[in-house]
C-alpha cells in the first residue's frame, strides 16, 4: 500500500538479484511505503485524486473537498538507493457553524511537500541460498519459510516544506523541517505482505509529530490485491488514528489502477475521504550481462525461469503499501 503499493513476485526470487521487479513496484493506495526501490533508471509517477468531508462536532465545523496524493519515484546509481518527490494539494470549503449563520472559507494549499531519499540497508533475501527458487517444484517455492519473519529493512530521509499561513499546519509553521523513517517489510508465502513505517515528521519545527503505520496486503492473483492499513499519527497540532480499507488491478506491468477509503472513530473531527489513483512507471533499466559481478550460468538460468513464472501466471505477485 504507503504505503506505498508495491507489486513484487510472491516467492520473491528475483530479490536475491536485485530490487527490481518485473512488473511495478508501487506504493499505493496506502500512504505507508515499501522496504524495495523502484530498481535503477526506473522513473515511477504514482497519483490519484480524492474527496474529503470532515466534521468536527465540539467545534462545530464542517469540510468538503477535493485534493489530489502525487509522487515521484527514480532509482539512481545502486539498486537500493531511490531518490523521491511526494506530497498533498487540497482546496476545500470551511464551514463553521457556531452562529445563527454559517460562514463559509474556502481554503487551498500543499497539506505536505517532502523531497528525500530511501535505502535498503538489510536485504534478507539477498543471496540467500533457501530464496532461490526450487526450479522441479513449484509447490515447494510457496511454502512457509522460517527466513521470512526476518524483514527487509530501509532509512528514509528527507526535507519537508511548509509555506507560512498554511491552513492546514500548525500556526506560525514556515520554511523547511526534517523528516526520518524507519521502514520494515515481511513478505510471506500465498501473497501476504506486512510492512511497517516509524516516522518521525517535520523535526525541528512547532510542528513535530510520531506517526505509526502498518500495512497488511494480500495478492489474490496475477491482477487483483486489497490491502488494509492503519495510521497513528501523534502530534502537537494534529493526533488522529486513521484506517485504510481498499485494493489495486495491474492493468499491465508498468500501469496499476487502485481505489481506496480511509475513515476514523473519533469526532474532533471525524474524517471521511475516498480516493482513485493510478501508478505508471518508466521503465529503462537493463539487466547486467551474465558475466558481470561474477553472475553464474545458474543464477541466469533461474531469472529466466522467474520471468516465465511472472508471465505464465504460475506465480502471484502482490502489492504491499
Known sequence: MKTYLTVLICSLPLLAFSQYTEVINS????????????????IQFEAGPYYTKEKHTPLEYDVKGMGIDFTARYGLLWEPLELVLNGTFQRDKFTDNRSAISADYTRSNFKALTLGAKYLVYDPYKNAEEEKPNIYSWKANRKFKWSRLIPAVSVFAGVNYDTKDNPYTAPGLDGVSAKVALITQHNFTNGWVFVMNLMGNRIGSSDFEKQYIFTLTHGFNEKWVAFGEYQAIDGSFYSDDL???????????????????????????????????????????????????????????????NREKSTNGSSDFIIPD
Open 27 to 42: 506504493n499505493r493506495p496506502g500512504v505507508s511505503q515499501s522496504a524495495f526501490a523502484v530498481g535503477p533508471n526506473v
Open 243 to 305: 484506517f485504510r480499507l481498499g485494493g489495486a488491478y495491474l492493468l499491465n506491468k508498468n500501469f496499476q489502477i487502485d481505489t481506496a477509503v480511509t475513515f476514523n472513530v473519533k469526532d474532533t473531527p471525524s474524517v471521511f475521504s475516498l480516493n482513485l489513483g493510478a501508478s505508471y512507471r518508466l521503465d529503462f533499466h537493463k539487466d547486467k550481462e551474465p558475466d558481470d559481478n561474477g553472475t553464474s550460468a545458474q543464477e541466469e538460468e533461474e531469472r529466466r525461469i
